[in-house]
């Protein structure tokens, strides 16, 4: 963080001193919310959660060097004392982007593929200068704040992305720090426990581009029609992004390399061949997403398809794609599932497969309210459109995937824990396999665990 006395802290959060507090100290070092991180200068948020009260570990916090706490409960230590730890935090993140003229703040969010979209990003505007990026997909009203809190006078671009559960949110982490440039990816059925509809998802979305300055950018993707549509509200010049003909950043000729999607860029500043080294033809779209940052941050057309070529997967269990020492070819993407990313891992799981025997483990995808019985259909029967062997259904919850991939002739298995679904891969995969392990959280991590145990030297297929 930039560096700044308690008493700029305690009046930029609207707080006050405690008696412990040195006005004029100044923190130096990093803001954070976990004791066993704070270092010499830092600023510990004592967060009192379900689990854990921070303000127990205050004394660890200063004897690890930490400048002060930000509290709401006394402590014997120096302190900024507010009513509502969250909410100072989010002013300090605002305190620290006002302070940074130089920084360029983007803001990306979408229904899926936000995190990977986002590591693109972050790795093309790394080209330019020195890039701060949510860590994972920390994208909440803590995990907003705290990475905006990570930037300092060396920051050039500051990338952010921005989740929502329902109305209001994105234009409260937008307050916290005001975007120049917006980037919507698309809108679907993720998360419809918060919103209610897919039209509902879209309005939500919308806030992002509805705040950005007359000055800024709003990049959209010109393949989804309600993100299109967002055009409407936006102040901001807009760059729409997609494989429809009239995109100003498009792909054409694209094609697969065993599951590497290959595509040249297309610019109004030019042309450029890109060769990713991340798997699915869904990270075209990514990518193209991540080409329009580069554009409206001034890059060259070859060197975004250059950025695009050398990125790697930076986050875990998202297309995690690696051999074992007995022969078979694993896709953790297991982090999370929707319908949407369910369904690009399935044919990206037939372009690594290639002629080969495929294997899907899949697990209950969460938060889609009254679709969820048909939503499970359809994807068992897109495994049987995409040629999967066999399908193996984690817990009974998910078994319409089974109904929708047997009704169309796939060899369908339903069991009720990841344990079964363990001992029943292991006794029917074989040397050439190509598996896929998805499902909302955790409910196929120990299936991709136990794979993963099975590699002698974790690398990359194909590498």
């Known amino acids: 963080m930039i560096s700044m006395t308690l008493a700029e802290i305690a009046t930029a ?23 066993r991180k704070i270092g010499p200068g830092g600023l510990f948020v004592a967060i009192d959660g379900e689990r854990v009260d921070g303000h127990d570990f205050a004394s660890q916090a200063i004897s690890a060097g930490a400048t002060a706490l930000l509290a709401t409960s006394e402590v014997d230590v120096a302190a900024v004392m507010v009513t509502d730890v969250l909410a100072a935090l989010g002013k ?19 229904s899926s593929g936000k995190t990977s979209t986002k590591d693109i990003v972050a790795h093309v505007c790394s080209a330019m200068g020195e890039t701060v990026a949510t860590a994972g997909n920390f994208n909440n009203e803590l995990g907003h704040p705290y990475t905006v809190c990570q930037a300092d006078e060396s920051t050039r671009y500051l990338v952010l992305e921005m989740g929502a559960r329902g109305a209001g949110d994105l234009t409260h982490l937008c307050e916290v720090a005001p975007v120049d440039i917006a980037v919507v990816l ?5 998360h419809l426990d918060g919103f209610g509809s897919i039209e509902a998802t879209a309005k939500a979305k ?18 989804d029609p309600r993100v299109c549509a967002m055009s409407e509200v936006t102040r901001g010049k807009v760059v729409d992004f997609g494989t429809t003909a009239g995109a100003a950043i498009k792909a054409s000729r694209i094609t ?44 060259h057309t070859s060197d975004i398809a250059a950025a695009l070529s050398s990125a790697t997967r930076k986050s875990v269990r998202r297309m995690d794609v690696f051999g074992t020492e007995d022969g078979l070819t694993v896709i953790d993407d297991s982090y999370n599932a929707n319908p949407a990313s369910m369904t690009a891992a399935l044919s990206a799981q037939r372009q690594i497969a290639g002629e080969g025997r495929t294997i899907a483990v899949l ?46 002739g796939v060899a ?20 050439g396999d190509t598996i896929l392990v998805k499902g909302s959280r955790y409910r196929t991590w120990q299936v991709a665990d136990h794979l993963r145990r099975r590699v002698s030297a974790f690398k990359e297929a194909g590498a």
């Open 92 to 110: 300090l993140a605002r305190a620290v982007v006002d302070r940074l003229d130089q920084l360029t703040v983007i803001g990306l969010t979408g």
């Open 206 to 223: 919308s806030e992002l581009p509805a705040a950005l300055r007359p000055t800024g950018t709003a990049i959209l993707n010109a393949d």
């Open 363 to 408: 697990g209950y995808m969460a938060e889609i309210q009254a679709s969820e019985h048909q939503a499970h259909f359809d994807i068992g029967r897109h495994a049987a459109d995409q040629g999967v062997d066999t399908v193996i259904v984690v817990e009974q919850v998910a078994a319409p995937i089974a109904e929708g991939a047997n009704e169309n």
């Open 412 to 431: 369908t298995h339903v069991v009720d824990t990841q344990e079964a679904a363990i001992e029943l891969l292991d006794s029917i995969c074989r040397p």
């Open 256 to 299: 697969s390399d065993h599951g590497k999607p290959c595509f040249d860029l297309e610019t109004p500043a030019g042309t450029a061949p890109v060769n990713m080294r991340m798997y699915g033809s869904h990270y075209v779209s990514n990518a193209l997403a991540a080409a329009a940052v580069g554009h409206a941050i001034g890059m």
């Open 13 to 35: 959060v609207d707080g006050r001193l405690n008696t412990h507090a040195n006005p004029q100290a100044r923190v130096t070092g990093a803001v954070e919310h976990d004791s």
């Open 186 to 190: 698309n809108v679907g059925m993720a």
